[in-house]
């Protein structure tokens, strides 16, 4: 089996680099650069996941879509995690969809393949469960954000996290699809947005947003920005360790 010139090592994403040399190597014949186009679909509800990613500088949001065709987001994926982890836990379709929010590339490898991997018991094993554990209180946490914060506070709650897991306080996104994400009508982002954008916290044209005061978005942003924030730092710093770095 060829192996992917586009593979980088170290990897971009942080639970390849988190992994030891000899458990990388072993992944690396099955490992595919793959670019991600805006809104692209990864995977959708009942339908087989055939691959899983490791996001680079890409954003996944998990989306849950009613019958209505309304939507509210439940978690976002980059490079400090995997999309595609109902592969792992036994299970071969979700209730979710998978879609691409801001545009990179990954790194895809077959799913049967992380699996297998998965199943060896080795450092995968631990990083992902411990994942799995941190994407659990992402989701715990935001149900409880959607039920009792305002939505300026939400707003800066998921800007500081896109920007956290980009590592840029500048990119590209439009009211609607934030609209979508936060489960909320396109008006309620626009006065949200206005009322950053007037206290100096961000600029927005035309979708493109730039964070000009992130001190005040965080004080703007509602607690449960920080315990999302800490909890997957707590991962990251509790990885077994790496040979890469």
Wanted: charged share 20%; glycine share 6%; net charge neutral.
């Amino acid at each position: 089996m060829s192996v992917d010139r586009n593979i980088t090592k170290p990897p971009v994403n942080k639970l390849l680099a988190a992994l030891p040399a000899s458990e990388y190597e072993r992944l690396v014949p099955h490992m595919k650069h793959v670019p991600l186009s805006f809104n692209q679909i990864l995977y959708e509800p009942k339908e087989p996941i055939t691959h899983v990613y490791f996001p680079h500088h890409s954003v996944v949001s998990i989306v849950t879509t009613m019958e209505d065709g309304s939507t509210v987001e439940a978690g976002l994926i980059s490079n400090e995690g995997m999309a595609g982890i109902p592969v792992i836990l036994g299970g071969k379709t979700t209730t979710t969809t998978a879609m691409v929010q801001i545009p990179n590339g990954a790194t895809q490898i077959n799913a049967d393949v992380i699996k297998s991997e998965f199943n060896r018991g080795g450092v995968l094993q631990k990083l992902l469960l411990q994942y799995v554990q941190t994407r659990y209180s992402e989701v715990t946490q935001g149900l409880a954000c959607n039920r009792l914060h305002t939505i300026e506070e939400r707003l800066a709650r998921w800007l500081l996290t896109i920007t956290d897991r980009l590592q840029t306080e500048d990119f590209q996104l439009t009211q609607e699809f934030i609209a979508q994400m936060l489960g909320v009508r396109r008006s309620g982002v626009t006065l949200a947005a206005s009322t950053l954008s007037r206290a100096g916290m961000i600029r927005y044209n035309r979708g493109h947003i730039n964070i000009l005061n992130r001190e005040a978005m965080e004080e703007t942003s509602c607690e449960c920005y920080r315990v999302i924030r800490d909890e997957f730092a707590r991962l990251l710093d509790n990885s077994p360790g790496s040979n890469f770095g």
